[in-house]
């Protein structure tokens, strides 16, 4: 079936330093691809998406891009902020709306 | 953004009682919720897809008699989990669907925690 990896966290770094989160996929077919992010507190909000092959999703600094040949979306950042520590959570949706989630990473950036 | 509410936030209960969780759509209508689990440290495993005015479909493994799900209006969806008991105990999350700039788009609530003793 399908599936999500991500790697494990915490992911700990100094603020401006550059971001990236490992995410791969296992599907049949040909999925959309999201990262959502949860704060301290706070529900899951999406991130950004792409729905096919070498699309880049964007939003807040944040890139992504949808590479079918390797199966990952690695989720990437130029330079982090304090407000960036968070939970990433790498996700698939089989075209049914159901979403198939990674365990998530904890992101820490310290001043 | 689409809001999305969980009440309550969390909740302990005696082994054998029934504890409803709600799911509000705050500022959109929803046709559909969804109702997730999550184990510390592990994925949100999808239970159960709730459309309103329908029964709910669950996932494979999931007990319909044991998570009650009713979805009688456009902002709000309740999963009931009947006769509790502590294997119960997780963080329960919903979501609902909108369409934005970003397509159809999953919008979550903050979650309910559950301890069944």
């Known amino acids: 079936g399908n599936s999500v990896t991500q790697m494990e966290g915490p992911v700990t770094l100094s603020e401006e330093a550059f971001l990236t989160i490992n995410c791969t996929y296992t599907a049949t077919g040909y999925p959309s691809l999201f990262w959502y992010v949860q704060y301290p507190g706070e529900g899951l909000q999406l991130l950004l998406k792409?729905?096919?092959?070498?699309d880049k999703g964007s939003n807040k600094g944040f890139e992504a891009t949808y590479r079918k040949e390797t199966t990952s979306f690695h989720l990437e950042k130029g330079s982090v902020q304090v407000s960036d520590s968070a939970v990433y959570f790498c996700a698939l949706s089989d075209g049914f709306q159901k979403l198939v989630f990674g365990t998530g990473t904890r992101l820490l950036v310290s001043p | 953004g689409a809001v999305v509410s969980q009440h309550p936030s969390w909740v302990i209960c005696k082994s054998g009682t029934s504890v409803k969780i709600e799911c509000r759509s705050l500022d959109f209508q929803a046709t559909t919720m969804f109702w997730y689990r999550q184990f510390p440290k592990q994925s949100l495993m999808l239970m159960a897809t709730s459309n309103e005015g329908s029964k709910a479909t669950y996932e494979q493994g999931v007990e319909k008699d044991k998570f009650l799900i009713n979805h009688a209006s456009l902002t709000l969806s309740t999963l009931t989990v009947t006769s509790a008991h502590p294997e119960d105990s997780s963080f329960y999350i919903c979501?609902?669907?909108?369409?934005?700039?970003?397509?159809?788009?999953?919008?979550f609530g903050p979650g309910t925690r559950l301890l069944v003793l």
């Open positions: 792409a729905t096919k092959a070498d």
């Open positions: 979501s609902a669907r909108d369409t934005d700039r970003f397509g159809e788009t999953q919008y």
